[in-house]
């Protein structure tokens, strides 16, 4: 079975921060305490509310870092990347026991963001869980100015897309190619990386690629 990329950038991520991490005493988004630049630059946290539709009141609040969004690619037809993002951030139900009525009964569940990172990465999850397969389904995503506002409890500054991973293949085995774009570089030249080859191209190249798989965002200068 091949490993994972998401899966590695995530233990990376989290190896890096341990390794690096000091005593903060200003709360960061790590639970633990503890800081270090990966949890200043990737890590965001949500705040996730379940609200009794009787009483109209929140009956638990919670927070929850996070270091990357999991977006499910259901559809078989082209799609969003915005559309996703809003897929995951709608209200939901569950059964909850509720404090205000002293039973067990449907509340409305829902996750906005209180603080987003500087680097914002997005996986797009393709495997259909019922047929073990790869959902190879194009998914359209903004090279700038992608905005989480409406998800967000404060302003906040809209992301530039900088890098592209893909994958070629399936659940069990594959080849993983990659898109960059030059941080010196006044034109924004993308190049892509296959192996050894680097070459210059163009985003038309990728801007669909029914291969993509995490997408790097970085927030505007504000």
């Not at 998401?6 to 991490?21: F, I």
């Not at 500087?118 to 905005?147: G, M």
Request: charged share 20%.
């Amino acid at each position: 079975m091949q490993k994972e990329a998401h899966d590695y950038l995530s233990l990376l991520l989290e190896w890096l921060h341990q390794d690096l991490a000091q005593e903060d005493n200003v709360k960061d988004v790590d639970d633990t305490g503890l800081s270090s630049f990966i949890s200043e630059w990737f890590h965001g946290r949500h705040l996730s509310e379940i609200t009794c539709p009787k009483t109209e009141s929140v009956v638990c609040e919670t927070e929850e870092p996070f270091s990357n969004l999991t977006l499910p690619v259901k559809s078989k037809e082209i799609c969003d990347l915005e559309e996703l993002i809003n897929q995951y951030y709608r209200q939901q139900e569950i059964m909850w026991d509720c404090r205000n009525c002293n039973k067990e009964h449907l509340c409305t569940v829902k996750s906005s963001i209180i603080h987003l990172p500087r680097f914002l990465l997005l996986h797009l999850s393709r495997v259909n869980a019922d047929t073990h397969s790869v959902q190879k389904t194009k998914v359209t995503y903004p090279l700038e100015h992608l905005s989480l506002s409406p998800y967000t409890t404060r302003q906040s500054s809209p992301y530039d897309l900088y890098a592209v991973c893909c994958h070629q293949g399936s659940m069990a085995s594959g080849h993983y190619t990659a898109f960059c774009r030059s941080s010196s570089s006044r034109d924004s030249i993308w190049y892509s990386f296959n192996d050894t080859q680097v070459n210059k191209t163009q985003s038309h190249e990728f801007r669909s690629n029914p291969d993509a798989h995490i997408l790097f965002y970085q927030a505007q200068a504000s």
